[in-house]
């Protein structure tokens, strides 16, 4: 097992490593890397973004949201958090066995005083309560398996990252499992920092405490940040590549109620109704079609909205009542 030292916080840059040293390193190899993201919500592969996300508030607080290649479910980062990845051959008899990929850190945890537990499909908890998710995914004949590790993360950002206050989406990506969560740190015996603890986990993540270290040259970042410019940090692929979904929203204004219902298809308004007791002078239903064909994206649709004479629409409601509705 080979260590990769990656000391990036930018979630966009971190997921493509991972997908680098998967595709584009020594396949004869086996590897492992431990990395943290600055506040980030990282979505399935299989998961409707819009579904998952609080969107008010992660535009309020900057919070980045990446979509990764592996599925299961959507899960917070931030700096308190520590994530863990292997990347082995396919072959090998330990594919698809998540319980032997988080061994590594139930045995870190048990030297520091603390007793954890493999649980379900691919939690690992304490005194029942989850502190790491784990995900899978293939490709060609490596497997990259990866986790996460609530160290010292603040949980109530979590709960209101991963809240979706939206009247109504019926997605049909997969939902993610809402669990009670828990931080390690409360749990041990003795305090230590995320970086002893990561120290710590090192020593188990390498049989033997091998230190053979692969470091990633000038050519691999080269490759790496353009795979995180054409995929990461692309909405088509973090928004748009999301599974449909059917939405309902409906929000009261001085100038009467508004309802919009609609479908997502690949990131894109389609069927877009617009219901409600406003006034306007024409009708709604040309304002809905001209909705219909541009992306779900609130800078998108406000710039559409600066192009068109929005009061003739809607009397007493204004185009941020509108956006917010459309977007909150």
Known sequence: MIKIINENTDPRIN?????YALNYLDPSQDYAILWQNEPAVIVGRNQNTVAEVNAPFIKEKGIHV???????????HDLGNLNFTFIVDS?????????????????????????AE?????????????????AQYWSKNRLLH???????????VVQEALNV?????????VKSVRSRVTNIYPHLPTPITIEEFK????????????DQEYVLTEQDWSVIKDLKDRRYSQWDWNYGASPDAEIEKEERFAGGKLELKFNVTDGVIQDMNIFGDFFGKLNVAHFANMLNGNDYRETVIAELLDQVNFEDYFIGITREDFLHCLFS
Not at 66 to 76: C, E, I, K
Not at 92 to 99: A, D, G
Not at 120 to 126: L, M
Not at 165 to 173: F, L, R, V
């Open 199 to 210: 120290e710590t986990l090192w020593r188990y993540l390498i049989p033997g405490g091998s």
């Open 165 to 173: 206050k939206a009247d109504k989406i019926q997605s049909k990506g």
């Open 118 to 134: 493999f649980s379900g499909r691919n939690d690992i908890t304490i005194q029942g309560q989850k502190f790491s998710g784990n």
């Open 91 to 115: 072959e090998k008899s330990v594919v698809s066995n998540f319980e032997y990929f988080t061994k590594p850190v139930i045995q870190a945890l048990e030297s520091l005083g603390v007793k």
């Open 66 to 76: 990446v979509r990764r290649l592996s599925g299961g479910g959507a899960v917070y």
């Open 146 to 156: 990866h986790g996460t590790i609530l160290f010292k993360s603040d949980l109530s």
């Open 15 to 19: 997921l493509a490593v991972e997908e």
